[in-house]
């Protein structure tokens, strides 16, 4: 083939490996199988080698290339990459949205929102339409070139698409965040265990240490995505979902988890929703972003050192916390055991106030060294149940105190034993008030009797009114016997005698339970 002929040949396929990798990474449209691109590229890799003169800077065989750089150049950001402030909570977000309307009391807000990926701030540069620079965010100001690197990302156009009333000959200044789907980082310590190294902590870090090889064939090697959402130039656009549509035109890969909002109730929404279902998507995600629409208040209402004032995070319950152990106390379970719980500072975690956390036995706050008074790391085990996994030493004062076991029950003053070779210490009152308290609330439950009606605050009265003192004494209740007590009217007492008398016949293995066999 002549160079004439290659050089048209060249630039056919470059337009159809392009069209190919918009359609797959920013349209999510596969138009082609991907041997189809693999083929394609190799013939094209094949004429570049015969025609080296006609490699150009936005041709796809260049994504990886080059030898491995000896240290990165620095990046001065021809307008700042800003840090946003965080909101934990709604009450948190008013606040917000209260301190900027007092700033333009006279505009209408509205917002967009969208998720908040767990990844690597990048800022990308393009002059006459083609990647010259590709630069980390640094301390704001200042980032590093690790254009090479990004250039191995095939959600990253090289060359930017025509559009409509857009001059991309100008210098376009777009930024976005790179990040490792779950099932890369998976796949990268699956392989790391297969060696014997060391498995990487969490894919936030590893696709910032991979962005920041000076050898692009390792980055290459990571499989990394990106998502852009900030347009810094000025293509015409009013409000930031405008400029989501300008980037998505251009060829860039944007979020389609994102939500125009017309008020906070809206973003709200958002916000709960994908707090329940961020386990469902490819890659983590800390919380939301709130970015007030219009981009002429944006200007309005500025930055305040590095951080604007025009959007903010919204950040999930976090996975773990830290709390103080204000203390260590006992319940007293339907056989008598004495099971140690934490009584908490109140603490946000996993979606959820919690101010209680069970500690098992005496030799569990042993093994985790825990004293009251510790600042302790709490979490839910499998996002419910909260625990305590283990206090923060280096923050102790001396004033901390151990826990000690009762040596008697709490509830009657019977003696407490812990029998050689057991780890639970039991009262050892078989008539302990408490005990057979427990033992009524297990038998009405819902695996046992299932009691409709019957709960802890009824049974108390119960007891307390010498109605009854073992679960068997239920099915002798009367209305008369309810209905004489304050707080309780004929209607509410035949109620009660009715759900216990329609419990009378359950299943063998219900009853087997109740009994607590």
């Not at 990474?25 to 041997?35: A, F, K, M, R, S």
């Not at 620095?74 to 840090?83: I, N, Q």
């Not at 819902?446 to 019957?454: C, H, N, P, W």
């Not at 707080?487 to 509410?492: A, C, E, L, N």
Request: proline fraction near 4%; hydrophobic fraction near 40%; aromatic fraction near 8%.
């Amino acid at each position: 083939m002549e160079i004439k002929e290659a050089k048209k040949r060249i630039k056919k396929l470059r337009l159809k490996i392009d069209k190919i990798r918009y359609h797959y990474h920013v349209l999510d449209e596969l138009i082609v199988p991907e041997g189809v691109k693999d083929s394609l590229q190799h013939e094209l890799q094949e004429l570049e080698q015969e025609y080296p003169q006609l490699i150009t800077a936005d041709s796809p065989t260049q994504r990886v290339g080059g030898k491995p750089l000896a240290k990165f150049e620095k990046v001065t950001h021809s307008k700042a990459m800003l840090s946003l402030n965080d909101a934990f909570s709604e009450e948190e977000l008013i606040a917000w949205e209260e301190r900027i309307k007092k700033l333009a009391p006279e505009e209408k807000f509205d917002y967009f929102a969208e998720l908040k990926i767990d990844g690597f701030a990048v800022t990308l540069i393009y002059e006459n339409g083609i990647l010259k620079t590709g630069a980390t965010r640094g301390n704001g100001f200042v980032g590093e070139n690790i254009t090479q690197n990004l250039k191995t990302i095939e959600s990253i156009p090289l060359r930017l698409n025509e559009v409509k009333g857009v001059d991309t000959r100008k210098r376009i200044e777009v930024r976005g965040e790179i990040f490792m789907s779950k099932k890369e980082f998976e796949g990268i310590n699956q392989e790391q265990k297969k060696k014997g190294l060391p498995i990487y902590a969490n894919p936030r870090n590893l696709a910032a240490g991979s962005v920041r090889q000076l050898d692009p064939k390792i980055t290459a090697s990571r499989n990394l995505d990106s998502y852009m959402y900030e347009l810094v130039t000025d293509l015409g656009q009013k409000t930031h979902e405008e400029k989501h549509e300008i980037i998505k035109k251009l060829g860039f890969k944007t979020s389609k988890y994102i939500k125009y909002a017309k008020n906070l109730g809206e973003v709200f929404d958002y916000f709960n929703y994908w707090e329940k279902h961020r386990k469902e998507l490819p890659f983590l995600i800390d919380g939301v972003v709130v970015i007030v629409n219009n981009l002429k208040l944006e200007d309005k209402l500025g930055t305040v050192g590095k951080a604007p004032r025009w959007s903010v995070a919204l950040k999930f319950s976090p996975e773990q916390v830290t709390t103080i152990l204000e203390d260590i106390r006992v319940s007293l379970g339907r056989t008598g055991a004495l099971t140690p719980y934490a009584v908490l500072k109140p603490v946000r975690v996993a979606g959820s106030t919690i101010s209680r956390a069970t500690l098992h036995n005496e030799d569990e706050i042993k093994r985790k060294d825990l004293k009251i008074g510790d600042t302790v790391i709490i979490q839910k085990a499998g996002d419910v149940i909260p625990e305590v996994v283990a206090p923060i030493k280096e923050l102790r004062t001396g004033k901390e105190k151990e826990f000690k076991m009762p040596r008697f029950c709490p509830i009657c003053g019977g003696k407490v034993l812990r029998p050689a070779g057991e780890a639970v210490a039991r009262c050892a009152n078989t008539k302990c008030y408490a005990i057979e308290r427990e033992k009524i609330i297990h038998f009405v439950s819902k695996e046992a009797f299932d009691i409709i009606g019957l709960g802890e605050q009824i049974i108390d009265r119960f007891l307390e009114e010498k109605l009854i003192s073992d679960p068997a004494d239920l099915f002798s209740l009367e209305v008369s016997d309810l209905e004489i007590l304050e707080r309780f009217g004929k209607k509410s007492a035949e109620n009660i005698i009715n759900s216990i008398k329609n419990r009378k016949i359950v299943t063998l293995p219900r009853f087997i339970f109740a009994l607590g066999i």
